[in-house]
């Protein structure tokens, strides 16, 4: 990895000036952005628009044709363990158990056994799957399912997490929990969230800023600030101040698509 100096105090994630064609077209074009340490920020935008795309470059898949990515004072140029994705579909392997699924990231590395079994444990209570730990996959909802993944993927503490549509797939109530638990999981570790979802409410509700991605060419159309404080439980989606943000929300989400009028 290119290494480079860097003043103390930087934002976490940097991206400047990004381009990314698959071919010939760009679908990234000229987007910017700095996320903070430890900051939760949602990326939401139409289908199509590049939300993957951005996410797999920061997690160091694909690398940006134009512009530049800082991770502190690196640019990813392969995927590594201070950074790890949660994807809509489950990562989780049907032959093992939740705590080996669990634990299977860290025999990598040169961590005693007994060590290892306290960071299963530790993440088996932080995603409330202690009962469960020998269960297997099959034996679990989707719910649950996914409260494996998240655990898998903080397993080595990540800094960064990057989550591409995670609960996309979940039914409302489940969801709903998990946004909620997912939101204490995050106040609890030192740990940065990208967040992608085309669910607006999700996006308000989890984040502290929400980023609206255009599409065609995918660009960051706005940044809006919520200053909704934390820890926030679902009610506040009830909230006229969280109505009021959404409703804003949807105008720029419309505005894009040819304004409310053209509907
Ligand atoms: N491997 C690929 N090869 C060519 N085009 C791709 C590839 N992956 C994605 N695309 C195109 O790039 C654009 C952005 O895709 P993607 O990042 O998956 O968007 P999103 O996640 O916002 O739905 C889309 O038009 C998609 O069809
Ligand atoms: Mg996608």
């Avoid at 009962?131 to 996914?146: H, V, W």
Wanted: glycine fraction near 6%.
């Amino acid at each position: 990895m290119a290494q480079q100096n860097r003043e103390p105090g930087q934002p976490k994630i940097r991206l400047e000036h990004l381009f990314f064609g698959y071919e010939k077209q760009f679908v990234i074009e000229d987007f910017s952005l700095e996320i903070n340490d430890r900051e939760f920020v949602s990326i939401v935008g139409p289908s199509g628009c590049g939300k993957t795309t951005l996410l797999n470059m920061i997690a160091g898949l694909l690398q940006p044709t134009q512009g530049q990515i800082w991770l502190d004072n690196i640019h990813p140029d392969h995927p590594g363990p201070d950074r790890t994705m949660v994807f809509q579909s489950d990562a989780v392997f049907p032959w093992y158990t939740v705590e080996q699924n669990i634990e299977y990231g860290l025999k990598a590395t040169q961590k005693p056994r007994k060590e290892r079994r306290e960071t299963v444990d530790r993440l088996l209570h932080l995603v409330g799957l202690e009962a469960d730990r020998k269960k297997f996959p099959r034996q679990l909802s989707g719910g649950m399912r996914k409260r494996v993944d998240i655990a898998r993927a903080m397993a080595l503490q990540p800094k960064v997490l990057l989550m591409d549509e995670p609960f996309a797939a979940l039914d409302v109530l489940t969801k709903e929990r998990l946004q909620e638990d997912f939101l204490d999981i995050w106040t609890s570790t030192p740990m940065t969230v990208v967040f992608v979802t085309h669910d607006l409410e999700e996006a308000l509700f989890l984040s502290q800023r929400v980023v609206v991605m255009s599409r065609n060419p995918g660009r960051v159309e706005k940044v809006v600030n919520i200053p909704l404080i934390h820890p926030r439980r679902l009610v506040v989606k009830t909230s006229a101040e969280f109505q009021e943000i959404r409703r804003d929300l949807v105008e720029v989400m419309y505005a894009m698509h040819g304004g409310l009028e053209a509907r």
